[in-house]
């Protein structure tokens, strides 16, 4: 316990990751312009964020370390270049996924990918005519990049449940694993490639705990994370969950109304989003008998409700598109679920164009009801 402890702190104080930083930015004033001549004086510079795939916010803070961005004035008018030149524009790489706010919470603007531009500070106007020939100041205030990750689907669970080995499994990441909870402690973003070459998008977060909404355990720091995803990926452990040797044991199916409850009091929304229920480690002695368990449990949802103490009862329940048994670790089932997975991505892609009852339907039709227990393993 002493030794994870130190671990945590260790990696905390070496490579912190970070999701939000605040800035100052100013943009140029204009210059001066020539009434004698009614020479205009150029623009001041303005402030730029631009997506950029290889930009992080770490990056930002390490190499501004007065986390001030300052653009260039406008040049004065003069008999020479009647025209004066504008103030240089700043450009600050921003990783994707960015979204700005100004103090008062309004979003100037987010960055959905490279190249995207948002303007943070607006350069002042030249002087001309209306402004009697007197360039106007520029825009100056602090804004807040606040990264939010795009991946298209997103790995919820417990800690321990076995997230990390699940993305080492289906791509070519190497997250940290090991048997202690709260081993991620950063999210990070693993591709599943195909042999067509289509690629699809999976994050891996730190695990979450009861409360997690209220900022318990890694807290909504990182469900957040969660809101730009386009399908959720709960995984349970088949045994159930135990924080430590003093908690409760949480049992599977605990665990699955656990996390939609988290969701919904974090965000209700996330409850609509298309989602699978992956149970892992079936691999385990005596696994099937849990399994069994917590399928009957799902199939009868309602009654099971009814019996379950408030505390594990959501008000709304997430809509499973399929319940899948996968050993992680061992790789069995897995490619099964990846083809699933984007099965399901492309399905609710073509679905999105409907209305909610259309949609209801085709994914009736595409009935998923298959009982996949540990014979179709
Ligand atoms: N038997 C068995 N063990 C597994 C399986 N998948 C993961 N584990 C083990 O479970 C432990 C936790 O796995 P992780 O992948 O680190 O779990 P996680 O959900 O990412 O955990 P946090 O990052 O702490 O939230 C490790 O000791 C894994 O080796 C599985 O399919 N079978
Ligand atoms: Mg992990």
Redesign the pocket.
């Known amino acids: 316990m002493v030794h994870k402890t130190f671990l945590l702190l260790g990696k905390k104080a070496s490579r912190k990751f970070i999701d939000k930083l605040r800035i100052f930015v100013k943009a140029g004033s204009g210059g001066l312009g020539l009434s004698k001549y009614g020479g205009v004086g150029g623009r001041g510079g303005h402030v730029f964020a631009v997506g950029s795939t290889d930009a992080s916010l770490k990056k930002i803070k390490n190499e501004n370390s007065d986390q001030r961005f300052v653009a260039g004035n406008g040049g004065n008018s003069s008999a020479r270049s009647l025209q004066g030149s504008p103030g240089k524009d700043v450009f600050i790489e921003c990783p994707i996924g960015i979204s700005v706010k100004t103090d008062s919470q309004a979003v100037l603007g987010e960055i959905m990918k490279e190249n995207d531009k948002v303007l943070l500070a607006k350069g002042g106007r030249g002087g001309d005519p209306s402004n009697s020939f007197i360039g106007l100041k520029g825009d100056s205030h602090n804004v807040s990049l606040d990264l939010k990750l795009i991946a298209d689907i997103g790995l919820v669970?417990f800690?321990?449940?076995?997230?990390?080995?699940l993305l080492k499994s289906l791509s070519r990441s190497s997250p940290k694993?090991?048997?202690y909870?709260?081993?991620?402690i950063e999210p990070r973003v693993g591709i599943l490639e195909y042999d067509d070459h289509r690629q699809i998008t999976m994050a891996?977060l730190?695990?979450l705990i009861e409360g997690a909404h209220m900022n318990v355990g890694m807290g909504h720091k990182f469900l957040k994370h969660i809101e730009r995803t386009k399908l959720l990926l709960l995984i349970v452990d088949v045994m159930g969950f135990r924080l430590n040797p003093k908690s409760p044991l949480r049992s599977s199916f605990e665990n699955v109304l656990l996390l939609n409850k988290e969701l919904e009091l974090y965000k209700e929304e996330l409850i609509d989003k298309p989602s699978v229920l992956v149970i892992?480690?079936v691999?385990?002695p005596s696994a099937q008998l849990h399994v069994d368990a917590l399928m009957n449990k799902l199939q009868q949802m309602e009654d099971e409700l009814k019996s379950i103490a408030e505390e594990f009862r959501p008000k709304k329940l997430l809509q499973f598109d399929d319940v899948i048994t996968?050993?992680?670790?061992?790789s069995l089932n897995t490619e099964h679920l990846k083809a699933k997975l984007r099965e399901l991505l492309d399905l609710h892609s073509d679905l999105d164009g409907q209305d909610s009852n259309q949609k209801q339907l085709s994914l009736l039709k595409n009935s998923l009801t298959e009982h996949v227990g540990l014979g179709a393993v």
């Open positions: 669970g800690p321990n449940a076995g997230k990390s080995t694993i090991a048997s909870p709260f081993t991620t891996d730190p695990g892992n480690k691999d385990l996968v050993s992680a670790k061992n």
